[in-house]
């Protein structure tokens, strides 16, 4: 009887021990900062939040473009980081034809320190692929203090 309490109470204790430690990263969640870029005429909408997994790496990217309008236009989203290593311009994703929202899930990660990140939503001519025009996100720096680093 003896046994069985004595591994019964390791067991317990072992329990108690591993249970924060598997728990803790999961739940911490990844600082997140997040905007709305909406035409002035509601022809389109883009929506960007970007979880700061690190001063060097942003991760999830969660972007959504919606194009609230059939004219004549496509909607297009890019990432835009400064750092480090300068200004990047992250590749411009379109609303596909035929759909009216598309969303993708993806990460940056440019190589050395992000000082800040924003996007643009733009207006692209569908007939010859030319940016019509854009409207910028507010700027975003990371929700935590990176001044140590």
């Known amino acids: ?6 591994v019964a109470t390791c067991a317990a204790a072992l329990a108690a021990l591993l249970v ?10 990844t600082p997140t ?6 035409a002035t005429d509601w022809s389109y909408e883009g929506r960007v939040d970007i979880g700061w997994r690190s001063p ?4 999830p990217i969660t972007i959504r473009a919606t194009d609230m309008r059939t004219d ?23 609303v596909p034809t035929g759909q009216n929202t598309a969303t993708w899930t993806t ?7 992000i000082s800040y990140a924003y996007f643009e939503v733009c207006q692209i001519k569908a007939s ?5 025009s ?3 996100s507010k700027v975003m720096h990371a929700p935590f203090d990176d001044s140590s680093i």
């Open 107 to 113: 990460y940056a990660a440019p190589g050395g320190h």
């Open 56 to 59: 060097t790496k942003l991760d």
């Open 20 to 29: 924060p430690l598997t728990a803790t990263p999961a739940a911490a969640a």
């Open 128 to 132: 010859t692929g030319v940016i019509w």
């Open 1 to 6: 009887m003896r046994f069985k309490h004595a």
């Open 33 to 38: 900062t997040s905007d709305t870029v909406t």
């Open 72 to 94: 004549g236009y496509t909607v297009g989203i890019r990432l835009i980081t400064n750092g480090e290593n300068g200004r990047i311009v992250w590749r411009m994703r379109t």
């Open 134 to 136: 854009c409207g910028a």
